[in-house]
């Protein structure tokens, strides 16, 4: 089963546009195509960035109902494992260490700075079209 860890600009981004590269991301994501993996701490930013007000009244659609999802569904890793140093921006290093911690293959992102990266210790930094066209690919 592929594993990967899935930046918060980008479920904000599907909070926000609903655009159709992000909606077939959940999609594959609710029919068990990939294990979503997330830390206490990733999961803490996504819900302080969701109650932003000024981002809250431009949704289309309720953060809850994706939270309660994650709660639910996404595997959880410990986030006992903490990097430094190890990406360009000290922000990303949570997300490369849940994908080390969880034995994720993929972190899939628009962040440039992990883009950059290309891979760290056999994760595979990867935008979202490519990620799942991959999917989309796998699935037919």
């Given amino acids: 089963m592929i594993r990967a860890v899935i930046d918060t ?3 904000v ?3 926000l546009t609903q655009s159709e590269t992000l909606s077939r991301l959940i999609d594959h994501w609710e029919r068990g ?5 997330v830390s206490p701490m990733l999961v803490g930013e996504l819900r302080e960035v969701v109650h932003r007000p000024n981002l809250r009244q431009r949704m289309r659609s309720d953060p809850a109902i994706l939270l ?3 709660d639910m569904e996404a595997e959880w890793t410990p986030g006992a494992l903490t990097l430094s140093g190890v990406c360009r921006d000290p922000k990303d290093e949570p997300f490369i260490a ?8 993929y972190l899939v992102t628009g962040d440039a700075d992990l883009l950059d990266m290309g ?3 056999g994760v595979a930094m990867m935008r979202v079209i490519d ?6 690919s796998a699935a037919t």
């Fill in 9 to 11: 600009n980008l479920i």
């Fill in 13 to 15: 981004s599907y909070l």
């Fill in 33 to 37: 195509s990939f294990v979503y993996l």
């Fill in 68 to 70: 309660e999802l994650i």
């Fill in 98 to 105: 849940c994908a080390v911690e969880g034995n994720a293959a």
């Fill in 119 to 121: 891979a760290y210790q």
């Fill in 131 to 136: 990620f799942v066209n991959m999917l989309d």
